[in-house]
């Protein structure tokens, strides 16, 4: 059906020439411009890639660039922070070890570190308080670089009655056998430099010591040793990684 080209009104053949609405003329042989419904432009839709997830560990902990996740808990884990000390005596030396605290974690294994979020943590009663110094500590990250491990291997966990009765009732749930059994099986040690260690976990165990704890139970130290104890399936999980990234560590000195 024509159109007028130029207002659109529906033309007739007794419109003659002209369009009897704007004038315009029809041309003389009769042909007319067929009005054309245009539809309205669509707006090119860009699609972006969805962001990807940020690469992150323990719900909000971020990752360094490169940095890839290599081990992480699905479970709750038994770990120990202990110190080692090299006391001086009127007769030579001698080293005695100490539980700090002991806590229940994640861990997680990176390419890059060793992070412990600690989600409940006890100070250890052979501080000499009976009283949680650390009851604060739970929810905060406790990392130690993979370059400041000196030292990792399996051995069995010594508490004193305290301190061991304090695990089990952390730990025991509804199966007490099993919490003891932890204790009785061999655990996995890592040593490493506590001053390379960072995040929240490690201030609120630095502020627990700066009481002055050791240097009571110790007098005079030459030497501290930093260790962690990681009890059940998942120190069977991490080691292998742990002590080859020692031995190459080892051999490139």
Same mark, same amino acid.
């Given at each position: @059906?024509?159109?007028?080209?130029?207002?659109?009104?529906?033309?007739? +053949?007794?419109?003659?020439?002209?369009?009897?609405?704007?004038?315009? $003329?029809?041309?003389?042989?009769?042909?007319?411009?067929? #009005?054309?419904?245009?539809?309205?432009?669509?707006? $090119?839709?860009?699609?972006?890639?969805?962001?990807? *997830?940020?690469?992150?560990?323990?719900?909000?902990?971020? #990752?360094?660039?490169?940095?890839?996740?290599?081990?992480? +808990?699905?479970?709750?884990?038994?770990?120990?922070?202990?110190?080692?000390?090299?006391?001086?005596?009127?007769?030579?030396?001698?080293?005695?070890?100490?539980?700090?605290?002991? +806590?229940? *974690?994640?861990?997680? #294994?990176?390419?890059?570190?060793?992070?412990? #979020?600690?989600?409940?943590?006890? $100070?250890?009663?052979?501080?000499?308080?009976?009283?949680? @110094?650390?009851?604060?500590?739970?929810?905060?990250?406790?990392?130690?670089?993979?370059?400041?491990?000196?030292?990792?291997? @399996?051995?069995?966990?010594?508490?004193?009655?305290?301190?061991?009765?304090?695990?089990?009732?952390?730990?025991?749930? $509804?199966?007490?056998?099993?919490?003891?059994?932890?204790?009785?099986?061999? *655990?996995?040690?890592?040593?490493?430099?506590?001053?390379?260690?960072?995040?929240?976990?490690?201030?609120?165990?630095? +502020? @627990?010591?700066?009481?002055?704890?050791?240097?009571?139970?110790?007098?005079?130290?030459?030497?501290?040793?930093?260790?962690?104890?990681?009890?059940?399936?998942?120190?069977?999980?991490?080691?292998?990684?742990?002590?080859?990234?020692?031995?190459?560590?080892?051999?490139?000195?």
């Amino acid at each position: @059906m024509p159109f007028c080209s130029g207002c659109g009104t529906q033309l007739t +053949s007794a419109d003659g020439r002209y369009c009897p609405n704007c004038g315009l $003329s029809v041309s003389a042989s009769g042909q007319v411009t067929q #009005l054309q419904q245009r539809e309205a432009p669509v707006p $090119s839709v860009q699609w972006h890639p969805a962001r990807e *997830a940020a690469n992150v560990v323990g719900i909000y902990k971020e #990752l360094e660039e490169g940095e890839k996740t290599i081990f992480q +808990s699905v479970t709750q884990t038994e770990v120990i922070f202990v110190k080692e000390a090299e006391i001086k005596k009127l007769i030579g030396r001698e080293r005695k070890e100490i539980p700090i605290s002991i +806590s229940k *974690a994640l861990v997680y #294994l990176t390419n890059q570190r060793l992070l412990f #979020l600690k989600l409940f943590e006890l $100070s250890a009663t052979e501080l000499g308080e009976e009283k949680n @110094m650390l009851a604060g500590a739970g929810g905060t990250f406790y990392e130690v670089p993979l370059d400041a491990v000196t030292a990792v291997d @399996m051995r069995q966990v010594k508490l004193n009655k305290g301190d061991e009765e304090r695990f089990l009732n952390l730990f025991e749930g $509804s199966d007490p056998n099993t919490a003891a059994a932890k204790l009785k099986s061999p *655990a996995l040690e890592i040593v490493y430099d506590e001053k390379a260690a960072t995040g929240r976990g490690k201030t609120y165990i630095e +502020s @627990m010591l700066r009481r002055g704890f050791l240097s009571k139970l110790w007098g005079k130290v030459e030497m501290t040793y930093d260790k962690i104890l990681i009890l059940g399936e998942q120190s069977v999980a991490i080691m292998p990684t742990l002590s080859e990234r020692v031995r190459k560590k080892v051999e490139t000195r």
